[in-house]
């Protein structure tokens, strides 16, 4: 059956400061039946630590899309002429409840990958990735994951608290999720409370890449050695847009200096293509922070990226 290759609306079509406010202002459909690919939203921040407000994200980043245009520029990828994509809403979280959230955004993304969608989402906080990890894991097994961050997120706990914004990837390597020796974290700086904060996940089998190690360079022959390390099976993409330095995205909740540049965020996720990604999220873009839009629009714009280097996108010659 014929899928229909939906198109953002255009801005000669309707100025962008109207329309519908979807990402990219694609058409917003119901569910991820009959869509390769899906923008869907997490508004949840009940697991933060520090600053409060990545709930608004996803309205945030969806309002600041209406500047990006269907065909990118650099890259030459026109992902809307090979891939059918829509935006199918937000998931509908408790807020009153972290742990009862977290069944609920398993089983929605279980919904969207019984459909052979690939959901790319917009956060709220890091905590969305472990139930999405949950589901992944239901269809493709332990997955590989290309991680870029501030921290590492491996915290045993947080005030006692298994289930945070800073425990995801340490409980998705206690509960099989991931394929160790196929997940790369980049960006890792700032004070810690331990060495084991990232030595921990080097012993796990991941490739932790300090922020230190990306100063005043391209990530381009990183990025070649990351395709040769995480390839060979399903991999996820997961962004934490505090792994930028604050100059370039200060609306966030745990913000920390001597980050990576937007061109080398951009470098990391064009130098994903080529693998078999079955998922993306951009989290913890906090509004309330971001008077300018600015990390919101960085945001947007790294979502599309990320739909760019999906399998099945053509390039125009």
């Known amino acids: 059956m014929s899928k229909t290759h939906h198109q953002p609306l255009g801005g000669n079509q309707m100025p962008r400061f109207g329309g519908p406010a979807t990402m990219m202002r694609l058409p917003s459909l119901p569910s991820a039946q009959g869509l390769d690919a899906c923008f869907v939203g997490v508004p949840l921040d009940t697991g933060t630590s520090n600053r409060s407000g990545a709930r608004f994200g996803p309205r945030q980043i969806r309002a600041e899309s209406c500047l990006i245009r269907p065909y990118n520029m650099a890259t030459r990828a026109a992902p809307f002429d090979s891939l059918s994509v829509a935006d199918i809403g937000d998931v509908a979280i408790n807020t009153f409840n972290l742990q009862k959230s977290m069944g609920i955004i398993e089983a929605a993304y279980d ?21 999405i990890l949950r589901a992944m894991k239901k269809k493709y097994g332990p997955v590989g994951m290309v ?125 994903c293509r080529g693998l078999d990604i079955v998922g993306c999220d951009l989290v913890e873009v906090a509004p309330p922070y971001d008077p300018t839009g600015n990390t919101a629009l960085t945001g947007a714009n790294l979502l599309y990226e990320m739909l760019c280097v999906l399998p099945g996108v053509n390039y125009r010659n």
Not at 111 to 131: F, M, N, R, Y
């Open 147 to 271: 991680h870029v961050d501030a921290h590492a997120d491996i915290n045993d706990n947080m005030f006692g608290e298994p289930i945070a914004h800073g425990t995801p990837f340490r409980r998705a390597v206690e509960e099989g999720l991931l394929d160790g020796k196929r997940v790369v974290q980049i960006g890792l700086r700032g004070t810690g409370y331990a060495a084991e904060d990232f030595d921990w996940p080097r012993a796990q089998g991941f490739r932790v890449v300090q922020a230190e190690e990306c100063w005043y360079k391209s990530l381009a022959p990183l990025m070649e050695e990351v395709r040769r390390q995480v390839a060979g099976g399903p991999v996820y993409l997961t962004f934490d847009i505090d792994g930028l330095d604050p100059a370039f995205a200060g609306g966030t909740g745990t913000p920390e200096i001597g980050g990576l540049t937007i061109t080398q965020g951009m470098e990391v996720i064009r130098g």
């Open 111 to 131: 919904e969207i990958l019984s459909h052979g969608c690939t959901p790319l989402t917009l956060g709220g906080d890091h905590t969305i990735a472990l139930p």
